[in-house]
């Protein structure tokens, strides 16, 4: 069993729809990342979190401590958010990360 | 402020051959992480370092080394190459503590092995 799991493994969408992508974690964390890669290979970190909830423009992540899960949001998604997200859980030493599988996103104009 | 930057973005290797792969973390960062992602497993780590020591590793073969320099660049090498180290090779940096900071990616390494 994976440290990190994430749900659903692929996603399309029609322009506009809420998205949310999900990730749960079986180990002690000190921060959770998400991660966003496009076609090509490059990743963009999104955010990072360790409490609480951030946003960014239309994106939202949450995570809750307790639950050991978090969750990323895309408000009125774009064919441009189509891309694979992952969500990286950091160790509590800080230098290890335990990923997820990813989640491929495709939004359909 | 430069990013991530990973050199060569593309190789092509035969079986047997090894390769050197190189990573300039951001200014200011002191841990490089390298990580292999192919379609099948995802992203999987293969080492970490922290002023030019290996603070953890991943579980891969010895084939996989890295080092890093009193710069904070690293480089990874692969001897012996298999036809199953056909991968994207990422290295990421960040300041590798509690401090958090995020983590950076660079572009990547497309390695090729034929």
């Known amino acids: 069993k994976n440290e990190v799991e994430q749900s659903p493994q692929n996603l399309t969408a029609q322009e506009g729809e809420f998205i949310t992508i999900n990730c749960s974690y079986s180990?002690?964390?000190?921060?959770l990342h998400w991660l966003q890669q496009h076609p090509g290979g490059g990743i963009v970190s999104l955010f990072m979190?360790?409490?609480g909830k951030k946003k960014h423009g239309r994106l939202i992540a949450t995570i809750n401590i307790q639950e050991k899960h978090s969750s990323l949001h895309i408000t009125a998604s774009h064919p441009r958010d189509s891309a694979v997200y992952i969500c990286?859980?950091?160790?509590?030493?800080?230098?290890?990360?335990?990923f997820g599988t990813g989640t491929s996103l495709t939004v359909i104009p | 402020k430069a990013g991530v930057t990973q050199t060569p973005r593309y190789l092509i290797k035969t079986r047997g051959q090894q390769v050197t792969l190189s990573c300039s973390p951001i200014?200011?960062?002191?841990?490089v992480s390298w990580y292999q992602q192919t379609p099948g497993q995802g992203l999987q780590f293969l080492f970490e370092?922290?002023?030019?020591?290996?603070?953890n590793k991943g579980n891969f073969p010895g084939r996989f080394s890295g080092r890093q320099f009193s710069n904070s660049r690293s480089e990874m090498n692969v001897s012996t190459l298999e036809l199953g180290d056909s991968a994207l090779y990422l290295c990421?940096?960040?300041?590798?503590?509690?401090?958090?900071?995020?983590?950076?990616f660079g572009e990547g390494s497309r390695l090729t092995v034929l």
């Open positions: 990286a859980g950091a160790s509590n030493t800080g230098n290890q990360f335990y």
């Open positions: 990421a940096s960040s300041f590798g503590n509690r401090r958090g900071g995020g983590l950076f």
């Open positions: 180990v002690g964390i000190s921060a």
């Open positions: 979190l360790s409490s």
């Open positions: 200014s200011g960062h002191r841990s």
């Open positions: 370092y922290f002023s030019e020591t290996q603070r």
